[in-house]
């Protein structure tokens, strides 16, 4: 069951995942440095996407991409049954397991990711409007534009840890 | 959009969707008077029953439901991409997302249901171990074990809140 | 024990507590107000009151208000030990424990309160940022701020999920 | 403020803390081995003790342990206004924060720890059993016991991840 136990393998896939559909890494990291510039002098765009391919690094933030991701699309490919299909489709609002699935993530990279992570899905800043806006490839973006602020908010939570321990 | 927002239509499809895979409202009644009879006296069947309803019309555990449901079914019918389709069909111990699912329709129900949460899930007792033996209909059962479990302890903690009312 | 189980008696005690150091129903009326218009046509300030109100009916939302602000209170005071007393007192931004108990208040009334939650706890629109800028009675503010935003992203959620039943 | 950013400093006093009222590293790890030896071939009680001090090793853990054996404290001398010390002396089932902070530890960790803490905070095996029959040798235990449970449970999760990486 090599598939399973080679993280890094499917940490590729992760990420390619994501870019197929718009949420590259170089643009979580962009949103990343706006996000936290502020708190840390120096801050590159390069030390930005390290901690963003830090995160998807973890066994339980891969399982929670890929899951949000293919819903994305078997709902795209109207592969579920109703209303679940429509509730995906339409982004409804009280749905709420894309939420959970995003804290899910959260919750490994510690509190600080939890108010990051709601800012970040107010607002929507830089390539999370453009995923939530419909621009992405796929048409159906209910799990991956929250999947993208959860990535985000734990890179500046994995961030703010790691700068401590210094 | 009626199918979204009629919530006691939603409760009745995740009840038929269940009870089609083994998940009773009978037998999860049965393993929740099991749990609760020592501490609620004179604790019927009947009132577990309704508990077990009354969890179940809540839109976000309504869309927990169907969302764990369906991914059941997608990895039994083959139709989720590698490597999440052997994670799921092989209920990996390390994939995550459905303990997260059912801890998100336990978080509406307060913190008793967490651990009753927890003490199930490794028991198993009455039908949630044939739930996860394979017993139930559908060959793929990684989320409705869990599921059936957050139930009955959102049900137990629901109950438990409502008693000390009186 | 009548103390525990009369729930009513515990609300009052938690708007006492809150108004004591500064955070009023009315102020955190206020900021659900601005933060909802949009979303309710119609909404007035009373009906802002009113949510508030209903989460702190909660019985698990008036615990953890409640050891929240003795939580202030005690490291105002001075009599908690080192180095939790400088961690409180500084609100030093990798507690989280604060972050925690606001997230389960939150976790009650679903997943559209968690986004609400870090969008207000980033902003501190309006009495939140008096209560953040130590302009509340306490000087140390360090869990009222996060219960205020808590409260009041509860109170969204809680008003989305009712009005969608009509 | 280096007390705060010392992290094996604020790790040492968790475990002086912890020991004093009887939730020593050897006990805990004695329920761990009891736990996980089916799973874990050749598991022995030592790297038990290096995976519950793993635990203890990340800052948001040492933050929660600090807070909960303090309000314990608070509670046994009765430095806690009403009726919040009623609800934390008399481990009042539907208190909840105790359970809330459990589960912030267990965040960090995946959610294996979730149904470990569950399973252990009903059974108390062990060393559990001991603190919360309040042979401790505080006569207030509400959190210690639900967070002894909650870093063996922890630490049992961060193995299993562990013993996949190899």
Avoid at 57 to 85: C, F, I, N, S
Wanted: glycine content about 8%; overall charge negative.
């Amino acid at each position: 069951m090599s598939n399973l136990t080679e993280k890094d393998d499917a940490m590729d896939l992760c990420i390619e995942w994501l870019e197929e559909q718009g949420a590259t890494i170089d643009g979580m990291a962009e949103v990343l440095l706006e996000l936290q510039t502020k708190y840390i002098p120096g801050l590159t765009k390069e030390m930005c996407k390290e901690n963003i391919v830090g995160v998807l690094k973890k066994r339980e933030v891969q399982h929670a991409v890929m899951t949000g991701l293919e819903l994305d699309r078997l709902a795209e490919e109207g592969l579920l049954r109703e209303p679940l299909l429509s509730c995906i489709q339409k982004d409804y609002s009280l749905y709420g397991v894309d939420e959970n699935l995003s804290l899910g993530i959260c919750h490994v990279f510690g509190s600080i990711s939890y108010t990051n992570f709601g800012y970040l899905d107010r607002l929507k800043p830089g390539i999370l409007g453009e995923l939530d806006s419909k621009n992405g490839k796929r048409r159906c973006s209910t799990f991956i534009d929250d999947i993208a602020c959860a990535l985000i908010a734990s890179a500046a939570s994995r961030m703010a840890h790691g700068a401590k321990k210094k």
